[in-house]
């Protein structure tokens, strides 16, 4: 929690959030930290009801249909189709957004760099790279141009897909 702290305040013009968050005291001392959204592989309802009536965003897992409608029917905002890549990857989030093109959703797990695109083409608001920016390799000789390098790429590549999907 205090590298986001310092974090916040460093970069006080930029979002922070955190990953892999699975219990209630956890999104509290996040949001407490500074972080303005928080993400989890599953549903975690006391998370959800917990920031329901904050500006912080929650993007809680789900996996199949009836989880999508149950966590977007319970008041989240947005979704996170985890494990995505182990689900059919991009076809399974075109599959998804036919009944839920109401729902937004971020692709999560196992995506690259060169797999945006097609995601967002598909109708994914968004994916996370976590895996594909922080190379093994990289992180292990810390290896922050690198690192850095992949982001931007990334970035580039996002903004790209936005782009044509708004065409």
Same mark, same amino acid.
């Not at 219990?23 to 407490?32: E, G, L, P, T, Y």
């Given at each position: 929690?205090?590298?986001?702290?310092?974090?916040?305040?460093?970069y006080?013009?930029?979002?922070?959030?955190?990953?892999?968050?699975?219990?209630?005291?956890?999104?509290?001392?996040?949001?407490?930290?500074?972080?303005?959204?928080?993400?989890?592989?599953?549903?975690?309802?006391?998370? *959800?009801? %917990? $920031?329901?009536?904050?500006?912080? &965003?929650?993007? =809680?897992?789900?996996?199949? +249909?009836?989880?999508?409608?149950?966590?977007?029917?319970?008041?989240?905002?947005?979704?996170?189709?985890?494990?995505?890549?182990? *689900?059919? %990857? $991009?076809?399974?989030?075109?599959? &998804?957004?036919? =009944?839920?093109?109401?729902? +937004?959703?971020?692709?999560?797990?196992?995506?690259?760099?060169?797999?945006?695109?097609?995601?967002?083409?598909?109708?994914?608001?968004?994916?996370?790279?976590s895996?594909?920016?922080?190379?093994?390799?990289a992180?292990?000789?810390?290896?922050?141009?690198?690192?850095?390098?992949?982001?931007?790429?990334?970035?580039?590549?996002?903004?790209?897909?936005?782009?044509?999907?708004?065409?």
């Amino acid at each position: 929690m205090q590298v986001l702290r310092d974090l916040v305040h460093d970069y006080p013009a930029k979002t922070f959030g955190v990953g892999t968050v699975l219990q209630a005291k956890d999104a509290k001392d996040s949001i407490k930290s500074g972080a303005k959204f928080l993400m989890s592989p599953a549903t975690v309802m006391d998370i *959800l009801v %917990g $920031v329901s009536e904050s500006d912080v &965003l929650y993007i =809680p897992g789900v996996m199949t +249909p009836t989880e999508i409608l149950s966590a977007f029917s319970a008041g989240a905002k947005i979704v996170k189709v985890y494990p995505v890549s182990a *689900l059919g %990857g $991009v076809g399974y989030i075109s599959a &998804l957004k036919r =009944p839920f093109s109401h729902i +937004p959703m971020v692709a999560s797990q196992g995506i690259t760099i060169d797999l945006i695109g097609q995601y967002i083409g598909q109708g994914a608001s968004a994916v996370v790279l976590s895996d594909a920016i922080f190379d093994k390799e990289a992180m292990s000789q810390q290896n922050f141009d690198k690192i850095y390098q992949l982001a931007s790429h990334a970035a580039l590549q996002g903004k790209q897909a936005v782009e044509r999907s708004e065409c």
